[in-house]
């Protein structure tokens, strides 16, 4: 299958700072890219839907002031989440895809743990 | 209703036995259908892909079809307790929602030695 890199796999940051997370897709060009939240024990939450130079779709009650998505290239999008709060600490995972009725490829996650 | 629902679980079975994941979806106009596993604390990994109905096999899982039904299965052979895991299924939806692709909330697999 194809491989989509996240990084950093895991963060920890203190409370009113900023974190940013990348998303690459490493061996094809992803049109569109998909941005996760996931608590323990509970279903993947859909927060965005990327497309390459295009602003993010949000899904409702996410704020998107709080998660900046960046997908400035067809290999390439950026979550930051700003001012992160301890309620933000969460295991984010962003997957990628290369047409649009393709399967999706999902990164290793990221565990942000804010204090 | 859910656009894409599966029963919660926990399944399990012992060591050998079939495991039969089921996925139900309402969009009658969906294209392509998806199973991930997702071991605890990992993301998901990809498994099968079916596009048409029918059977579609690869090693001990097999994928099933059914698009009058709106129902996608999967079924694991000979299960092990590596495969415990929870399974998602996901669906791409159709050309009025086109691209737009949903999870189950997964069912969790527990295979007993």
């Known amino acids: 299958g194809a491989v989509v890199s996240q990084h950093p796999s895991r963060v920890i940051c203190k409370s009113g700072t900023s974190v940013k997370i990348e998303c690459r897709s490493l061996?094809?060009?992803?049109?569109?890219m998909f941005w996760y939240r996931q608590f323990p024990k509970q279903s993947l939450m859909l927060m965005a839907t990327?497309?390459?130079?295009?602003?993010?779709?949000?899904e409702q009650g996410v704020e998107k002031d709080k998660f900046l998505i960046n997908h400035a290239s067809l290999t390439l999008s950026t979550l930051t989440v700003t001012s992160a709060h301890p309620e933000d600490s969460s295991f984010y995972i962003c997957?990628?895809?290369?047409?649009?009725?393709?399967?999706?490829?999902f990164g290793q996650g990221t565990r942000l743990t804010v204090v | 209703q859910k656009e894409v629902e599966q029963n919660s679980g926990p399944l399990s079975v012992p060591e050998g036995a079939i495991a039969s994941l089921n996925c139900t979806y309402s969009?009658?106009?969906?294209?392509?259908f998806f199973w991930y596993r997702q071991y605890s604390g990992k993301s998901p990994e990809l498994i099968m892909f079916?596009?048409?109905?029918g059977d579609k096999e690869d090693g001990r899982f097999t994928a099933q079809l059914n698009k009058a039904s709106q129902y996608v299965s999967l079924l694991i052979r000979d299960s092990q307790p590596s495969d415990s895991a929870t399974y998602l299924c996901?669906?791409?939806?159709?050309?009025?929602?086109?691209?737009?692709?949903?999870f189950g909330d997964g069912t969790t697999l527990t295979v007993k030695p």
């Open positions: 969009d009658r106009g969906s294209q392509s």
């Open positions: 996901a669906v791409i939806h159709g050309p009025t929602n086109a691209g737009k692709s949903t």
């Open positions: 990327s497309n390459e130079g295009s602003k993010a779709t949000y």
């Open positions: 997957s990628a895809r290369k047409d649009i009725d393709t399967e999706a490829f």
């Open positions: 061996d094809f060009q992803a049109t569109t």
């Open positions: 079916i596009y048409s109905n």
